[in-house]
């Protein structure tokens, strides 16, 4: 099975830092997502990579930059860390089998 | 602009009834389905997949069906138990175009299966 790995369940930041979400796939998997999730408004797409050094803007790419240096590995970074930027963070990857999520990562901006 | 809509939002059941979740969506142009479940705080987990081609396809106490002409799909639980408490949502990839990759989610039914 696919295994897709977030480094951290929980992390708590202040507003302006800069923070980094970090995930990991076993599968050598060419395409890699990352979705905040809110509630009463779902899953949204926040950046796509369909390959090393590849990458495109999701749905509410405003604030976050990725950064897929090793195809194992999709980043997700916050520039400057904002109260409204708190969530649930989801990575996934897709496959001839369809998605498979991480576990998330929920973060809190103070 | 594809929209997936999925009916009740929540549900509460007796442990041991056989329920019925249900999502539509708006453009029958699709190349798959997927079911997940998820459990509070948690990340996604895939329960089935439904390639444009195929009616169903099953997984123990879990049956999902697609109606592609209608936009319609629903994922049938026999037996529930209280573990089947969870939110399930469903999501479809395109069929076409550049964002082929791009799932589109329900909002989610939330089903609580009480002892």
């Known amino acids: 099975d696919v295994k897709v790995t977030q480094s951290s369940r929980y992390l708590v930041k202040r507003t302006g830092e800069k923070v980094f979400l970090e995930c990991v796939q076993d599968?050598?998997?060419?395409?890699m997502f990352w979705y905040r999730q809110d509630p009463g408004l779902g899953l949204r797409l926040i950046y796509f990579?369909?390959?090393?050094?590849?990458?495109e803007k999701g749905d509410i790419p405003e604030g976050y930059s990725v950064s897929r240096e090793k195809k194992e590995r999709f980043s997700l970074i916050l520039e400057s860390a904002s109260t409204n930027q708190t969530s649930m963070y989801l990575c996934?990857?897709?496959?001839?089998?369809?998605?498979?999520f991480g576990s998330g990562t929920r973060l809190t901006v103070v | 602009k594809q929209e997936v809509t999925q009916i009740p939002a929540a549900l509460s059941v007796p442990e041991g009834e056989n329920l019925v979740l249900n999502c539509s969506f708006t453009?029958?142009?699709?190349?798959?389905l997927q079911w997940f479940r998820q459990d509070p705080g948690k990340g996604l987990t895939s329960l089935l997949l439904i390639q444009s081609s195929q009616r169903e396809q099953t997984s123990g106490r879990l049956n999902a069906s697609l109606d592609k002409s209608s936009g319609r799909s629903t994922l049938y639980i026999a037996a529930s138990q209280p573990g089947d408490s969870a939110t399930y949502l469903c999501a479809v990839r395109p069929n076409s175009g550049g964002s082929n990759y791009k799932l589109t989610f329900g909002k989610g039914t939330l089903l609580t299966v009480n002892p």
């Open positions: 990579s369909y390959d090393v050094k590849m990458k």
């Open positions: 996934a990857t897709s496959h001839w089998n369809g998605y498979t």
């Open positions: 599968m050598d998997h060419e395409n």
């Open positions: 453009d029958s142009a699709i190349y798959n």
